[in-house]
């Protein structure tokens, strides 16, 4: 690289970044989907909790968990998406990494739940996959702002 070459480089390193409002729309959304799905996560321990028998179990499925269990998994992961949700939609730069993390756990969790209600579980894995793509692919974008 000519000395010239790498001045305009570096100018051009210094210049502002301008964010694009598809990456700005992506990581809002991430974060209302996580708001939304740590509710729904929360709701769904709260059923499991009160009404004990809701959630059935097929047969000789290698994760068996009481629904009591479920029900404390469900609400206290719920209530950390929510929350990083929250944070998310306010700009947090560890909210987006903690974002990822959750989502992750969320969907492996869920995973372990398809036999106890697999329509569910498999929306609830499709909306984390969603919120991972959008932070990971988008939020460098944002945090330049």
Known sequence: MTQGAAAS???????????SG?????ILFAGVMMIMAGGFQAFAGLVALFENEF????????????????GWIHLLGGLLVLAAGIAVIAG???ARVLGIVL?????????????YY???ALTIIAIDIFVIWALA???RDVAAD
């Open 103 to 115: 989502a992750v756990l969320s969907a492996l969790a869920n995973f372990t739940f398809i036999p």
């Open 137 to 139: 692919a988008h939020g």
């Open 9 to 19: 480089h570096y100018e051009a390193a210094d210049e502002e970044h301008e964010v």
């Open 118 to 120: 697999p329509f569910w």
């Open 55 to 70: 959630y059935v179990a097929t047969r000789n499925y290698l994760f068996e968990f009481d629904a009591t269990a479920w």
């Open 22 to 26: 598809w990456a700005v729309g992506f």
């Open 92 to 94: 947090q730069t560890w």
